[in-house]
C-alpha cells in the first residue's frame, strides 16, 4: 500500500457544485495531517491542517478518520478559482518530514 | 508570512556541470528541505536538514548534496547533472515543534539538464 494515495482525477465540477476528495494513508501512527493546494506550476501552498474532530474553513470542510486511515475535503459552492490540485499530505512517524500525495486535480468550469 | 526565496526560477545546465540550487528562509525555522517534482511522481523528498551541519538523506539522495552552513541557507548540489535530473525542485521550511504548522514552499527552480 503506498503510504498516500489520491485518485489523480481531474475532477470536472460546475461553478457552485459541492466537490470531495478522498485520500487514504497508510501508517497508523501519523499524527500530522494537511490538504495543500497547488497551482499550475506554482507551488503548494497550504490549504489547511485536519484535525481529529474535523474543522472548516469557510467553504472548505477537512475530515479525519483514523480508524479507516483516510481524510477527505469537501469543498462547498465551487468557485472558477478553486480550480487546482489538492495534494493530501501526512507526516511520518518521529519525523518531521511530510509525505505528499500525488494530487486530485480539480477544474471548475462556468 | 514566513517568506522562502529560491535563487533561481529557471535554470538550463549541460549534463557533468556541478549545480548549485540555494534557498534562504527568513523566520529562523530549523527545519529544511529539498523536494523534486516530477509529472506522475508527485514530490519525492531528496533531502533535509534539522538545523545546522545537519543533515539527512530523504528518499532520493542519489547523485544529490547538501549544504546548511547558516541556520537560514540550504543548498542543494548536484554534483554531476544528468538528464535524468530535469524537473522541478522545490525548497521548504518548518518550525520544529509545531507538527500542525505544515511547510512553507519556496516558488521552485526549474532546471534542464542538456
Known amino acids: 500500500r503506498k503510504e498516500v494515495e489520491q485518485d489523480p482525477g481531474p475532477f470536472n465540477v460546475p461553478e457552485g457544485a459541492t466537490v470531495a476528495f478522498n485520500c487514504t494513508y497508510s501508517?497508523?501512527?501519523?499524527?500530522?495531517f494537511f490538504w495543500y493546494r497547488q497551482d499550475c506550476r506554482k507551488e503548494p501552498k497550504l490549504l489547511m491542517s485536519v484535525y481529529s474532530s474535523g474543522n472548516e474553513d469557510g467553504r472548505f470542510t477537512a475530515q479525519l478518520n483514523r480508524a479507516s486511515q483516510y481524510i477527505s475535503l469537501l469543498i462547498r459552492d465551487s468557485k472558477l478559482s478553486d480550480s487546482a490540485t489538492y495534494l493530501c499530505?501526512?507526516?511520518?512517524?518521529?519525523?518531521?518530514?511530510?509525505?505528499f500525495g500525488k494530487g486530485t486535480m480539480l477544474l471548475v468550469s462556468p | 508570512d514566513v517568506k522562502v526565496t529560491q535563487s533561481s526560477r529557471y535554470l538550463v545546465k549541460r549534463t557533468g556541470e556541478k549545480v548549485f540550487l540555494e534557498c534562504v528562509q527568513d523566520m529562523d525555522h530549523e527545519n529544511m528541505f529539498w523536494y523534486r517534482q516530477d509529472p506522475g511522481l508527485g514530490l519525492r523528498l531528496i533531502y533535509f536538514s534539522y538545523d545546522v551541519k545537519m543533515k539527512e538523506k530523504g528518499d532520493i539522495p542519489e547523485g544529490y548534496s547538501v549544504s546548511r552552513e547558516k541556520k537560514e541557507r540550504f543548498s542543494l548540489i548536484l554534483e554531476s547533472a544528468s538528464t535524468n535530473q530535469t524537473s522541478m525542485y522545490l525548497c521548504?521550511?518548518?518550525?520544529?515543534?509545531?507538527?500542525?504548522?505544515?511547510?512553507?514552499f519556496g516558488s521552485g527552480t526549474r532546471l534542464t539538464v542538456v
Open positions: 501508517n497508523s501512527a501519523s499524527q500530522s
Open positions: 499530505v501526512v507526516n511520518r512517524e518521529g519525523y518531521s518530514t511530510l509525505t
Open positions: 521548504a521550511s518548518s518550525l520544529v515543534t509545531r507538527q500542525n504548522y505544515g511547510y512553507t
